[in-house]
């Protein structure tokens, strides 16, 4: 009989012994695991905010640049002064999307770039015919570079940048 009574006693000891040490773990996991989700749940929402503001962003840089970029062959002459017009609603969109941008001070180069290029390039870089033997080796050509300028901004919109 006192195997079965010390017996008892091991297993109620057991018992409480295993409550007053499950409690405080268990606690310890599920404060690690809410934690854990949160994190999880504000990453999701923090990249669906990405992605919908950089579809915005490139959505918007590509409707008012439509007949400019993707690159023409040939530009018409009538369509040369949306460059310059062009600047502050590209500095606006910049604006809204430059929160979500992590390499903030290559983004502002960028938008810099593009803001330089269009109040710099003049209608004759554009519009005359090109002598290839008046040309430096590396000179690119004004459309090709605002192609490069254009594309350097949008990059900013990829998903592997942030």
């Known amino acids: ?16 012994f295993g409550v ?3 409690g405080p773990l268990t606690y310890h996991f599920s404060k690690v695991l809410v934690k854990k989700t949160h994190e999880n749940a504000l990453d999701v929402m ?6 919908s503001a950089a579809s915005k962003f490139r959505a918007n840089i590509i409707y008012e ?12 002459k009538k ?6 017009q062009s600047i502050p609603r590209i500095n606006s969109t910049a604006a809204e999307f430059r929160h979500l941008v992590t390499r903030k001070a290559d983004f502002d180069t960028a938008v810099n770039e593009y803001n330089k290029y269009c ?10 015919i090109d002598f290839t033997s008046m040309k430096k080796p590396g000179d690119i050509k004004p459309k090709d570079r605002f192609k ?3 594309e350097h901004l949008l990059s900013f919109a990829d998903a592997d940048e942030n």
């Open 1 to 16: 009989m006192t195997d079965t009574v010390l017996g008892a006693i091991i297993g109620v000891g057991g018992t409480i």
């Open 20 to 22: 007053i040490l499950a």
């Open 46 to 51: 923090r990249r669906q905010e990405f992605h």
């Open 65 to 76: 640049l439509s007949d400019l970029y993707p690159i023409e062959q040939y530009w018409d």
């Open 79 to 84: 369509d040369f002064p949306r460059l310059y």
């Open 119 to 128: 109040r710099e390039i003049k209608e004759h870089d554009i519009f005359t």
């Open 148 to 150: 490069n300028i254009v």
